[in-house]
């Protein structure tokens, strides 16, 4: 029997807006299908995508199945939600490509044996005009759909026809699933609000039937940054846009007060077990252990446990002072690639003091070499004994590609061989 979703939803922060309580809690008392759309603007979602996913998986852990609509159709039409200008068109081959990477993505994330992963450019694709505009369109009024939000805000600057539908091609995804999957229910971001109600009206006047819409809050960081951005720009959940390690370090690098709400939003621990975490976390904040959990979990979700521990042994080797022979060569070089580096012939190695003048890590030739004899060097994690005579050869570089130089606890650089 499905459980109190809406309890524990409110819990996690992640209810805004519902479209009628009482009777949402009335039909929660029977296994329902809720839906969420994921338009294809890119090759692969970001982090900011992962709440509209966590709480569709949260919906199927209470009971209930999930359906996530990937936008083929929708997407070659353009959201205005959230938009100051029209977005730019991708080929009708450029969507395909995307829907088929987030698809995986998606599937990643969501319980397969409750989730119902469509396509809407299966219908939208053969919708002629004729039947959009007297089928569909007859049941919109103008001055509702100018009201509302995501149109609204658009008058200013200027809306083209072709964003203006967006409300009505996603109204009629909900008519489409309600008929061909039962769904009554439909979850996403509150910026949403206007589009998921429409849905309602369009159902109630095409099938005389009732469905419920819920939101959840966007998110802003507690110093109110837009969340899922990084000095490198979006963190994407494909790891050959973000690898593994940088997905990782944003995560643990969460600030202090957002790492109890992260706990709740982003993964799938339980309250009691979040409500320990979170007591440690505000017993002992230095040892962080808010962040490494919520760090790791997320990770493991998105990228799967054998990437975590690579991740987890590369921080600990770099950061820990363990052997760093012990780490995966491709995921320590993922997690040193903003250190300064520079590359070399492994048979014409230079000499230590002038790698260590190339990349930055002392200022000349007199510094390296005072820094040689004070012992507060190392190479791959091993501390160079005061006064040694030095050299790096081609047994030094990890797996034929990298060697790890260091200057006190934190200051390192990379040799990379140019082979």
């Not at 922060?13 to 329902?32: F, R, V």
């Not at 971001?189 to 095409?206: A, E, F, P, Y």
């Not at 580096?341 to 890590?361: F, K, Q, R």
């Not at 390296?368 to 050299?391: C, D, E, H, M, S």
Request: proline residues 4%; glycine residues 8%.
């Amino acid at each position: 029997m499905p459980t109190d979703l809406i309890a524990d939803l409110e819990w996690r922060g992640l209810l805004k807006q519902t479209s009628d309580l009482e009777a949402i809690h009335e039909s929660l008392k029977t296994p329902q299908t809720f839906y969420c759309g994921f338009d294809p603007t890119a090759d692969s979602l970001h982090i900011g995508n992962l709440l509209p996913l966590m709480a569709l998986r949260r919906v199927q852990e209470h009971g209930h199945k999930a359906i996530a609509i990937l936008g083929g159709g929708t997407g070659l039409i353009g959201d205005p939600s959230g938009k100051a200008n029209e977005r730019t068109l991708n080929t009708p081959e450029t969507v395909a490509q995307y829907v088929e990477k987030i698809g995986v993505q998606v599937r990643t994330i969501l319980d397969p044996e409750k989730t119902i992963v469509v396509n809407n450019g299966d219908w939208i694709g053969s919708m002629s005009a004729v039947h959009l505009l007297r089928d569909v369109g007859k049941n919109f009024s103008i001055s509702v759909m100018l009201s509302r939000e995501s149109v609204s805000a658009r008058l200013e600057n200027g809306i083209s026809f072709t964003e203006f539908t967006y409300m009505i091609l996603q109204a009629y995804d909900f008519v489409k699933l309600f008929d061909l999957h039962g769904c009554r229910f439909q979850i996403g971001g509150s910026d949403q609000w206007g589009n998921m109600v429409s849905g309602l009206d369009l159902i109630r006047k095409m099938r005389g039937e009732s469905a419920h819409v819920i939101t959840f809050p966007l998110i802003t960081t507690s110093s109110g940054k837009k969340f899922g951005k990084s000095e490198a720009g979006a963190i994407w959940m494909d790891r050959n846009k973000t690898s593994p390690y940088a997905f990782y370090q944003f995560w643990v690098n969460s600030e202090d007060p957002d790492v109890p709400r992260f706990l709740r939003y982003f993964t799938l621990l339980s309250q009691e077990e979040i409500t320990a975490i979170e007591a440690e976390h505000a017993a002992r904040p230095e040892l962080r252990s808010g962040h490494k959990r919520l760090a790791a979990e997320v990770t493991k979700l998105v990228h799967g446990d054998a990437e975590l521990q690579k991740v987890i042994l590369a921080s600990d080797a770099l950061f820990g002072g363990a052997d760093l022979a012990t780490a995966d060569v491709d995921t320590l070089i993922e997690a040193t690639a903003s250190a300064p580096s520079c590359s070399v012939d492994l048979a014409a190695i230079p000499s230590v003091p002038d790698l260590l003048v190339t990349l930055g890590l002392a200022t000349s030739k007199g510094d390296a070499n005072r820094l040689l004899k004070g012992g507060g060097f190392y190479i791959n994690n091993v501390q160079v004994a005061a006064n040694a005579p030095v050299t790096i050869t081609a047994a030094d570089f990890l797996g034929g590609k990298v060697c790890v130089l260091r200057k006190g606890k934190r200051n390192y650089a990379t040799v990379r061989s140019a082979a």
